[in-house]
């Protein structure tokens, strides 16, 4: 019953979030905020992973083909069908879980603690759309942040496999193009923009109906991440079986 509860309470948050609209130069200056705290924040964290875990699975790949008929042109693929397909999209929703989430979760919570929230009612303010719709707007950016990582992570593995020795440049570009497919950039994206609402309205639910102190603030921060993570990866079974397997 505690799940089926919390569940609906998500769902009337939602409903709150989209009712009484707070001024639009106020929301306005709260969503470039939130895109400079959430998305270019992150920028730095998801390049660096990005670039070398495209270096790894380049590595790992060269190294597994130790038969001579299949071509090099292997490695080039595979990394682009593992980033493009599911590293991009759906692993780095789940680092940004952790980093993007647990700072929703805790800045929200915050608030909690120390009756801001109820402050914001007295005024007369919908905390929910004040605090939540512009994290959801800004987080609609979230898929230049996944372009970046798909970039990035093609580049890290060109980069290990070409100066690595393991591949030329030319088997490379080719191995990039092979049997590509432009609807697994509509699946990844159309994925994206489903995390991205997940990493917009998990935390804050687990952040604005907190309870307790500062110390619960730390706890509502991990539970927020676990749930967050779990919720993306069901979505992506859901999304995956919905979009490619027909």
């Known amino acids: ?94 680092i940004m879980a952790g980093k993007v989430g647990s700072y929703i979760t805790s800045s929200i919570g915050s608030m909690r603690v120390t ?43 060109y980069s290990a496999g070409v100066f690595g020795g393991f591949v030329s440049s030319e088997d490379f570009i080719s191995g990039l193009q092979d049997d590509f497919n432009s609807f697994h950039l509509v699946y990844a994206f159309a994925k994206t923009f489903i995390f991205a609402l997940i990493l917009a309205t998990i935390p804050s639910y687990h952040g604005y109906y907190m309870k307790g102190g500062a110390l619960e603030v730390g706890r509502a921060s991990t539970t927020s991440f676990v749930w967050t993570s779990v919720v993306i990866i069901i979505a992506n079974y859901v999304i995956t079986q919905l979009l490619l397997s027909s």
């Open 1 to 94: 019953m505690g799940y089926l509860h919390s569940i609906g309470e998500y769902f009337l948050m939602l409903k709150g979030v989209f009712g009484r609209m707070t001024k639009r130069s106020v929301l306005t200056n709260l969503i470039f905020k939130e895109i400079d705290d959430l998305i270019l924040g992150s920028l730095g964290i998801v390049a660096f992973i990005s670039f070398f875990i495209g270096g790894v699975v380049a590595i790992q790949t060269a190294l597994n083909l130790n038969n001579p008929l299949i071509p090099r042109t292997l490695i080039a693929f595979a990394a682009r069908q593992s980033v493009i397909l599911e590293f991009a999209p759906t692993f780095i929703s789940i």
């Open 115 to 157: 009756q801001q929230i109820d402050a914001l009612e007295v005024m007369g303010i919908n905390s929910l759309n004040y605090l939540i719709f512009p994290k959801i707007i800004a987080m609609l950016t979230y898929p230049f942040i996944i372009a970046i990582s798909m970039f990035l992570g093609i580049l890290g593995a």
